[in-house]
């Protein structure tokens, strides 16, 4: 049990690390549009071409290596469980041992990557040793995901696709009273940069006698966020929603890719199927709820005449500051365009502010049936929309399931994705008085 006089000290300590005024003796860190500045210090796992994959921390455009700083003698107290952790070849071991002593290593590394005090004799005496260019590993996945569910948590995605089906009665009677999610499919869970292939599979149009069998023709991405889980639950338990962030680790970015013919034919009576289970692409840094701390916001407020939500789904803690104020983007790279040298188009932008379910309420409803969480689960957000015409997370609503393509600055158009086309997906999160931090990016190409 932590005592409250080292939880106060362990929050003091936070306080310090999201510091606007912390600089790093890392120089890239501190570029105005560096993703990863010391105020941010996300986690990653990374290998060299000599060794196996092991846990780092991604500041400025390096990566530090936390067996060296281990190995080293760097690191004390709370910190060196996580440090030992971070020996291994994902990061199950580090989101199994909670928030704290994460909490610890991340405080102690932005001590030792400061400039001034020790951060100074660390860059002397240690700072190759400690560092390694990013563009010199290879990224793996962040962990060994064991179950992944998906949930439907944005309200404007659920109407806008809702209106093309039902137009006069777009939203379900439960949409409003329980999170919705799925079942996804873990094996096909990938790191960012993996080839993304056009699926098979059964299609039938509304003019078709029979279905066919070939490759989706209305391939599509989905605009997410991934939380991970960190110290589950035991089979039979719940977790309640006012400890719900004690069991996420933190949040990287999702492309749940999607085929939309597939989907339309077989999602009825038991859901998505063979049209969500070929790709989930996940950025490979997890950004930790400490670093988002100064990007705590309030949950959207509920239109007049929604339901309250159920008391094991409400909590002031969660209301108050159960959202995370992340901006989101989609841009959009065509094989021509990759051929012209020109740069990937932002053809969306979206607020993670919108959705109407929290993570913490996705967490507990989740396990409110005593369903056992475990650590590297993760739990997409769904597609993330927002109310305005280009905050619409997939091409589905953007185009109006293709009726109205999108018109790209060299004159392509896309209903749906085509192959070469490259989806990059980008997260950060800013407000006056905070550092930017970012997600790094998200990216898949179809093949």
């Given at each position: 049990m932590v005592s409250a006089s080292h939880a106060d000290s362990s929050l003091e300590a936070l306080a310090a690390t999201l510091d606007p005024s912390r600089r790093s003796w890392v120089s890239s860190a501190n570029a105005s549009e560096s993703d990863f500045p010391i105020q941010n210090l996300p986690f990653c796992v990374f290998s060299r071409a000599s060794d196996v994959p092991r846990v780092g921390v991604a500041i400025g455009d390096q990566i530090v290596d936390v067996h060296a700083a281990l190995s080293r003698g760097l690191l004390h107290?709370?910190?060196?469980?996580?440090?030992?952790?971070?020996?291994?070849?994902?990061?199950?071991?580090?989101?199994?041992?909670?928030?704290?002593?994460?909490?610890a290593l991340r405080t102690q590394l932005s001590e030792l990557l400061r400039a001034g005090g020790a951060g100074d004799?660390?860059?002397?005496?240690?700072?190759?040793?400690?560092?390694?260019?990013?563009?010199?590993?290879?990224?793996?996945?962040?962990?060994?995901?064991?179950?992944?569910?998906?949930?439907?948590?944005?309200?404007?995605?659920?109407?806008?696709?809702?209106?093309?089906?039902?137009?006069?009665?777009?939203?379900?009677?439960?949409?409003?009273?329980?999170?919705?999610?799925?079942?996804?499919?873990?094996?096909s869970v990938v790191v960012s940069g993996t080839p993304v292939h056009r699926p098979m599979g059964q299609r039938k149009g509304p003019t078709d006698d029979v279905p066919a069998v070939g490759p989706s023709r209305s391939l599509d991405y989905e605009l997410e966020v991934a939380a991970w889980v960190g110290a589950g639950n035991a089979l039979g338990s719940t977790i309640p929603l006012s400890a719900a962030d004690e069991h996420l680790f933190g949040l990287s970015l999702l492309n749940d890719w999607s085929a939309r013919d597939l989907q339309a034919w077989e999602y009825q009576p038991l859901g998505p199927f063979l049209a969500k289970n070929f790709t989930s692409s996940v950025s490979p840094f997890v950004?930790?709820?400490?670093?988002?701390?100064?990007?705590?916001?309030?949950?959207?407020?509920?239109?007049?005449?929604d339901p309250a939500p159920l008391p094991y789904l409400s909590d002031d803690r969660d209301r108050a500051r159960g959202g995370f104020d992340l901006t989101l983007d989609v841009s959009l790279r065509t094989a021509t365009m990759r051929a012209s040298g020109d740069a990937p188009v932002r053809v969306s932008r979206a607020s993670f502010l919108d959705l109407y379910w929290s993570?913490?309420?996705m967490l507990t409803h989740h396990a409110s049936n005593g369903?056992?969480?475990?650590?590297?689960?993760?739990?997409?957000?769904?597609?993330?929309?927002?109310?305005?015409?280009?905050?619409?997370g997939c091409l589905l609503e953007l185009t109006r399931r293709g009726a109205q393509p999108l018109t790209l600055p060299n004159g392509e158009q896309r209903g749906f994705l085509e192959d070469g086309d490259e989806v990059v997906l980008t997260g950060y999160a800013e407000r006056p008085g905070?550092?930017?931090?970012?997600?790094?990016?998200c990216i898949g190409v179809v093949g």
């Open positions: 107290g709370d910190a060196l469980a996580a440090a030992e952790a971070c020996s291994h070849r994902s990061m199950n071991a580090l989101m199994a041992l909670g928030r704290l002593p994460a909490r004799d660390a860059r002397e005496s240690l700072g190759p040793a400690l560092l390694v260019a990013q563009r010199d590993v290879t990224l793996h996945l962040p962990a060994v995901v064991g179950d992944y569910t998906d949930f439907y948590a944005s309200v404007h995605h659920a109407t806008n696709v809702g209106r093309m089906f039902r137009p006069d009665n777009p939203l379900l009677p439960n949409y409003k009273w329980v999170p919705i999610g799925y079942h996804g499919r873990a094996s950004v930790t709820l400490d670093a988002l701390e100064p990007f705590r916001a309030p949950l959207a407020p509920r239109a007049d005449g993570l913490g309420q369903c056992n969480l475990r650590p590297g689960d993760v739990l997409g957000s769904g597609t993330v929309s927002g109310p305005l015409d280009g905050a619409q905070a550092v930017r931090i970012g997600f790094g990016h």
